[in-house]
């Protein structure tokens, strides 16, 4: 074949199932179960000695994402500037895909590196004046904190920021201090769908609603919540999203998507000043970077497979129960409390142990025990917070419990 054909075979080549298509059946049994769960451990490369807990930072990626990502690597360098551009750079059927995991327009999907790019790309990109309001909440990423007051100092839009009453299971609650909020000068919410500190999910869709009857512009944080729990930005209501896939999806690090509602596409602008040509209303005018890595970009659908042959609420149900099953036997011990409640949560937890400052019992669980989790100290949310993920088993989590029973 010639070195077009070659390159081509070698990209479809890339995306071939990694899992026989047999996975996608569910069992019928729990030990027919906890077999499925045994061989998606299995397509993870796991660090020989570390129990890692902190999935909720960065994820690994399963085997079959390695291995695309890798080969693609080695052919693009071979010609990089022909092979990247003109073989490998194929968005199109990725956007498809993610727009479906999502319940969007593939025309409202672009494919960005992280979910602060994402977010950023609208918080800079919307058209505020001075004297304009933005809700957001002191429970909210950083980035996207630190993003919103940069906006307040450079334009001099006003920022009012709310204290959530966390945890929570009463969703009128969650929603109220965003409600109370309003006056005739918001123009924009933000919000934290599920919040990193604490898994605490919030339900955003009913703060849209009236943002709607309002005309105000609604930008949901997905995160964390984007491939981990099922959902739909339609029926989400939002305006905006972003989202890190290197999270719950498995893919390649540093790789996000940014979601606009079709008809908000042109209230925006870009971060990075697209072509020329470029029309206002495409949702690939916020794709505009320069030089990136396609091999990263190609290697999401090798995630999106992965992913699939789980199933989105298969998945859901087995993170949950992960977090649950461990939660509950840590909050018998003596002096630890949750800060996550739980049926409004996912995977992610945050408990908080008296005597203990959150980093000093992150440290010592990594150097006594080798489980690596993470300290939380924000917002007056104080403890550790575990994360686990499909490849996570009980037996790890015996040992979190048992490390914690030890403390």
């Known amino acids: 074949m010639d070195r077009r054909t070659f390159l081509e075979s070698i ?19 729990a030990e027919e179960e906890e077999d499925f769960w045994r061989s998606i451990r299995g397509e993870f490369m796991l660090h020989p000695s570390i129990i890692n807990l902190n999935n909720g930072g960065v994820s690994p990626h399963p085997r079959s ?15 990089p500037a022909y092979v990247m551009w003109r073989i490998q750079d194929q968005k ?62 450079r334009d001099g839009i006003k920022v009012r920021w709310l204290r959530l009453p966390l ?17 005739p000068r918001t123009r924009v919410i933000h919000l934290t769908h599920l919040i990193n500190w604490t898994g605490q999910i919030v339900p955003v869709e009913k703060v849209t609603a009236e943002a709607r009857k309002r005309g105000i512009f609604t ?18 209501g939002c305006d905006a999203a972003g989202v890190s896939l290197h999270k719950w999806l498995c893919a390649p690090f540093g790789t996000g998507l940014l979601y606009v509602k079709k008809e908000r596409i042109r209230d925006i602008w870009p971060l990075f000043a697209p072509a020329a040509d470029r029309r206002a209303d495409d949702i690939r005018k916020f794709e505009h970077l320069g030089t990136r890595s396609i091999p990263t970009e190609q290697a999401i659908a090798a995630a999106i497979d992965f992913h699939e042959r789980i199933g989105s609420q298969r998945k859901f149900e087995r993170l949950k129960k992960l977090r649950q099953y461990w939660l509950s036997k840590a909050i018998q011990l003596p002096k630890i409390k949750s800060l996550t409640p739980d049926k409004l949560a996912g995977a992610l937890a945050t408990i908080q142990v008296d005597g203990w400052s959150p980093q000093k019992l992150a440290d010592h669980l990594l150097e006594k025990h080798r489980i690596f989790v993470v300290g939380i100290d924000w917002a007056g949310m104080q403890g550790i917070r575990v994360t686990p993920h499909v490849y996570t088993t009980f037996e790890e989590l015996d040992k979190l419990v048992d490390a914690l029973r030890a403390v």
């Open 11 to 29: 990209l479809a080549f890339n995306f071939l199932p990694a899992l026989t298509p047999a996975l996608e059946n569910r069992p019928d049994s």
């Open 65 to 79: 994402v390695v291995e695309a990502l890798f080969r693609m690597e080695l052919t693009a360098n071979e010609a």
């Open 92 to 153: 199109e059927p990725i956007r498809q895909r993610l727009a479906a995991i999502g319940g969007a327009d593939p025309e409202e999907i672009a494919i960005v590196r992280n979910s602060t790019e994402a977010l950023e790309t609208v918080i800079f990109g919307l058209n505020l004046k001075a004297g304009d309001e933005v809700i957001a909440a002191e429970s909210d990423y950083p980035s996207m904190i630190a993003a919103w007051k940069q906006r307040e100092a």
């Open 167 to 183: 945890p929570s299971e009463d969703e009128d609650k969650l929603v109220a201090p965003y409600l109370e909020a309003i006056t």
């Open 219 to 236: 930008i949901v944080d997905a995160a964390h919540s984007y491939a981990h729990i099922p959902l739909d930005f339609h029926a989400m």
